[in-house]
C-alpha cells in the first residue's frame, strides 16, 4: 500500500547524543516536512523540502538538521544541541503538482530523553 | 504575522447531535483551507479539503466564508467516534512554508 513510514515509532534519547527518525514515502511525492507536537500544542514546522537535494528551516530548526538525497527518504537528526526533544515528531508528504494538494502525514515517532 | 485561531475546547456534545466549530485566519491572501482529525497520540488525518465555497461529505459540511475570514465545520448526527481534536489548516501561498496549522478544537460525543 502507498504511505509514509516513520520508524521507530517510540526512541530513547541520551544526553549528549544524536539521534535521527527515518521517513520513507512511496507516494512519489515531491515535496517532505518534519513537525514536531508537543501536549496540547499545535504542530509547529522544523524543516521542508521541495525537491531532492534541496531543503529549507522552518520555525523551530536549532538542535536540527536533515538532508534529502532521495526523492523518497527525508531522515530528520535530532543533534545534542536541541536541549528539550522530548515530543511527538510528524513526518508529511504532498504532491506538489497542479494547485495545492494537502499533507498526508506519517504515524509518527515518539521521542524521550533517558 | 500569519495566524489561524480554533477555540480548543472541549467540545461536550451528546451523542445523536450536530455540532459546529470555526476556525478564522488572518491573511486574507489564504487560498485553500483543510480540516484534519486527529485522535489522542495519533497522526492527522485529513477529513476535507475546501477550495471554494465550502464541501460536503456524508455528515461532515465545511463552508468557508472569505468576507468574515473563517472556515466552520459542520457534524451531523454524531457518533462515539467522532471524539478526537479537528485541526484547520490554512495555506496562503508562498510555496511549501505558506502552510499555518490551528492547535485544534477537542470534541468529546457523549453516550
Known amino acids: 500500500d502507498g504511505g509514509i513510514t516513520q520508524s521507530p515509532k517510540y526512541l530513547f534519547r541520551k544526553e549528549g547524543q544524536n539521534v535521527t527518525l527515518s521517513c520513507e514515502q512511496n507516494?512519489?511525492?515531491?515535496?517532505m516536512y518534519w513537525y514536531r507536537q508537543d501536549p496540547g500544542q499545535g504542530l509547529r514546522l522544523i524543516y521542508y523540502?521541495?525537491?531532492?537535494?534541496?531543503?529549507q528551516k522552518g520555525d523551530i530548526a536549532e538542535g536540527y538538521s536533515v538532508s534529502r538525497e532521495k526523492k523518497e527518504s527525508f531522515p530528520l537528526t535530532v543533534t545534542s544541541a536541541q536541549k528539550n526533544p522530548t515530543a511527538f515528531y510528524l513526518c508529511a508528504s504532498r504532491d506538489a503538482g497542479t494547485g495545492f494538494q494537502p499533507q498526508h502525514f506519517g504515524d509518527g515517532t515518539r521521542l524521550s530523553i533517558l | 504575522r500569519k495566524e489561524v485561531e480554533q477555540d480548543p475546547g472541549p467540545f461536550n456534545v451528546p451523542e445523536g447531535a450536530t455540532v459546529a466549530f470555526n476556525c478564522t485566519y488572518s491573511n486574507s491572501a489564504s487560498q485553500s483551507f483543510f480540516w484534519y482529525r486527529q485522535d489522542c497520540r495519533k497522526e492527522p488525518k485529513l477529513l476535507m479539503s475546501?477550495?471554494?465555497s465550502g464541501n460536503e461529505d456524508g455528515r461532515f459540511t465545511a463552508q468557508l466564508n472569505r468576507a468574515s475570514q473563517y472556515i466552520s465545520l459542520l457534524i451531523r448526527d454524531s457518533k462515539l467516534s467522532d471524539s478526537a481534536t479537528y485541526l484547520c489548516v490554512v495555506y496562503s501561498g508562498g510555496g511549501a512554508d505558506g502552510l499555518t496549522f490551528g492547535k485544534g478544537t477537542h470534541l468529546i460525543i457523549q453516550p
Open positions: 507516494l512519489n511525492h515531491d515535496a
Open positions: 523540502s521541495q525537491i531532492v537535494n534541496d531543503f
Open positions: 475546501v477550495y471554494s
